[in-house]
Structures are given as C-alpha cells and as structure tokens.
C-alpha cells in the first residue's frame, strides 16, 4: 500500500509542472453582487489602469480584474501595486482558465509623475528602463524630434499663445491663469524645502497612496488627499487619525488655499453608502474578516478590545471604501464571502473524526481513512491535501500525532511551537507549504494538516485562517475504537513504514 506521503510527493511535481506551462493569469482586485454594481465599479478601475476585464463568478457576482497576463509578471507586478497601496491588499492572483472575460474600456491613464510609478503593465518602466520625461519616450521619439529610425515626428506642441502689445509698441506673451483647485484637501504635513517634501509625500504614500504635493502660496510645498466634499473630507480625516495614518495636526483645507499641484495624486478615497437599514456587523464576523484580510491575529471572541479596534482603524484605511466603520466592515464581509465562494469553500463535516471545518473542496477528494486521520488527497492535479486528526490522549498523545506528521515529511523542514494543549508547526520547501495544528479539547487531541502548492501561495494564509478559525467537534468521533497508540504509529513511520489501512468495512462513506 503506497503512503499517503509518497502520493503527495508524485502529484505534486506533476502539478506544478503543469502550472509552469498554464496559461495567462489575472490579478483579482474586487468583485461585485450584480452586473449593474460591477459595470459600474469596474469603470472606476478603467478609469485608473488598462487591461481591466469582468468575468462571472458563482451565484449573481462578477469579478474585476487586471490581465491576463503570464504569471512570472503578475507575481511582482501584485507585490508592486500592493505596495503602493494602489489595489486592495486582498487582491490576489487567479488563473485566468477557459473564463469568458469582458473588457473594460480603459480611459487614458496620465503619466506618473517624476520619482513615481510606473503604468501598470509598463514592462520597461518596471524593470527600471525608461522613465516618463527621458530623452526617448515611450514612441521612440528624441529631443530632436525624429525617432530612433530618423523619420520625422509630426509637430504636436500646442499653439504659441496668444500675444498683445505693451504700452510701449512691444508684444508680450499674455500668461494663462493657472486653475484654481475646487472642493477640500485633508492638509498632512509641509516642508520649505522641495527635496525633503518628496521624501514625506513617498512616505505617506505607504499608507495614502492617493496622496499629493502642492506648493503653497507661501512657497512651501504640502502633502495632502483630494480633492472632496467638505463633509467627506471631515470624516476621513478622522479616519486617518484613527488608524495613525497622519499626525494629529492634520486639517482640513479648501482648494483655494493649496496653490499649485506639484505632483499629483490619484482617485481621492470613496464613500461607499451605506446600505438601507444597516447595523454593525457582529464582532465575530468582523474579527474574522480582519484576519482573512491579514490586519488581525487575536481571537476570535467577539470581545470590542483594544486589538481589535486598531484592526478595524487600519482596515478603514487599507480598504478605502468607506470612513464609516461599520460600512467598510459590511464591504470587507462581503469580499471575504465573494473570495470563500471563488475558492470553493464549504462546510465539511468529516464523520470518522467527528471534525467539522470549511474546506476547498475544489481542489480536495476524499482519500481513505488510516487510524487517527481521515485524509483527503488532490483534485484533478491541485497539489493540495487536507489531512483530520482526533485521537483520545492529552499532551503526550499531541506530542506523538506531531512526531507522525513530521516523520512522513507532510511539513518539510518545520518551525515548531508547542505549548500546554496546542501543537504548530509550519514548513515549506519548492514544491509545497505545510501546516499542521493540533489541540487537547476535553480529553481528546483534534487538528489538522494543510499542505497547499506554492503556486498559490497568495490564498493559503486566508484558506489556513478560514480552516484554523472554523474548527469545530460536531459529534464523537467513528474512530475511537480503531485506534492503536500514536507511538506505535510514530515508531513505524521512524522506521520507514506508512500506516497501515484502516480495517476493511471501517472507512466512513463518502
């Protein structure tokens, strides 16, 4: 009889192989309930990059995403934009597959300005080739105004302005008045000297990516997010105290006051509405949607702590949907669910180990079921597996169970943490991530492991959270008594042995 082990070792290189040579990716960044909401939504996006295209999801949602393009670029094109806070930090890269994707059409997109981004999708630009203001521009054009092939550029350069005569008889060039910047700013921060503004309007822009400089009347040179309403403007700088994301200093200023723009920013932060009838969603919900969206790493005991309330605060700001909490929570729910649909998350109730959880039942099957663990192998070439543990013992019983896991290589290389009742151990090699997690629950040792293929290393903390947070018993477990103590089975694994099939007739149905 193979071991689990070995079957995990040959599926995977056959799976990442595949995946070497797939096709074209996407990078998801939203998705919408309806084709009215995600029109809309995903004409904003248009509005701010090129390549946006829609395509159907599960039930009434369509996703909004950038591509396709091939994965070795959108792995450090994601990382870039995540960065810049330019896309959501629960964006992600999907396989793009046999979807039927609808094109956005894209509006221009400006230029970056000097020391800024590059255009999505600029190759060039991205691996540090030509910047916006260079000699050759993106069409190859020269300061002398031919091309890179000596053929002359038509003369697009707007028209001299319009000039009228001084009292004295001589022409002057009759100035165009500079436009005077409508709606309120929320002003950050200044600095009299140009250099050491750019440095703070850089450093915001981890946080305020939407964040610009203006140069003030005064001469001084001001980091600041708008333009907006006067009211919206108000509540999102509260927001922005909250979080710690601007100094306590901050104001709110009319456009009249900013100047000249000297480096522009982008699409100021929105203001979803809030839903007819809404209330705040339920601490659990929220906590839970916090740690998916990576902001949270506390319990999940619907207790209003001090952790929590700094995890809803930067959320506020990291999503920018709305400066109203309880609304940006509702939207962050509703990607979680939106992103739990997508990756096929359900609810599994495993009745060999009496062990209920959500699990991605895409990508798992039912495999077989040997002494303490009901295993569940890869789904037409996933590379991932899902193994149940529930054993009667205490500490040393979890102590053994972790002992068996590390013995037949299912987390290679692990870091461990152990304490009094929970086991953890975490590993990862070329080829796959491994966690595994197990706890003393009333006289009885309960977990699971998680081996997840690196190429989708992007949904496996969210899918690890899901599973750790959702663990649950729901009935005794069908395998008590087939059981035979964890260090004989540990001690045959030591010695090179895979466990043995449960007995014939004992394995659960599926």
Known sequence: MRSFARII??????????????EDVVIRIEA????????????NWGAQFPNVVTFPLNGDWVAIALGPLPREDAAPLLDDLKSQRRIPDDSFIAPAGNQQMTPV?????????????????????LAGGAQPGDAATETGTTESGTTESGTTEPDTTEAAPEVVPDAVGETVAEPEP??????????????????????????????????????????RYAVAVGPMEQDLATRWLAAFRAANAVPRDAFVAPGADMGQVAVEGAAP?????????????????????????????????????PMTRAAIASEVVALRASPDADTAMHELIRRREAWRSEVGLVDLRDDYTGLSLPAPMQALQFDRTERALSIYGPKDNSGAALILISQPGGQQEMLDLTGLVTALGWVPSPERSITRGQAILKGR???????????????????????????????????????????????????????????DARSAAEAGQAPTEAPTGQETSR
């Open 32 to 43: 919408k309930r309806g084709a009215e909401a995600a029109q809309e939504t995903a004409a």
């Open 429 to 487: 090699n070329d080829t796959h991530i491994g966690y595994a997690e197990t706890r003393v629950v009333d006289d009885t040792v309960q977990g699971f492991v998680l081996i997840w293929p690196v190429a989708d290393a992007e949904n496996q903390p969210r899918i690890l959270a899901e599973i750790s947070d959702g663990l649950t018993r729901f009935a005794p477990a069908e395998n008590t008594a087939l059981l035979v103590p964890a260090t």
């Open 105 to 125: 059409a894209a509006a221009p997109v400006a230029e970056a300005a000097e020391g800024g981004s590059p255009s999505l999708f600029d190759a060039d630009a």
């Open 178 to 219: 500079a436009p005077v910047p409508t709606g309120f700013f929320i002003r950050i921060e200044s600095d009299s000297d140009l250099a050491r503004a750019q440095e703070l309007l850089n450093a915001r822009r981890e946080t305020l990516p939407d964040a610009s400089l203006w140069q003030l009347e005064n001469g």
């Open 9 to 22: 070792g040959a599926a995977l290189p056959v799976v990442l192989a595949t995946a070497a040579a797939a």
């Open 269 to 305: 932060p929105a203001d979803t509405p809030a839903a007819e009838g809404q209330t705040a969603p339920a601490l659990e919900d929220i906590q839970r949607a916090l740690r998916w969206a990576g902001h949270y790493d506390g319990a999940i005991d619907g207790k209003d702590g």
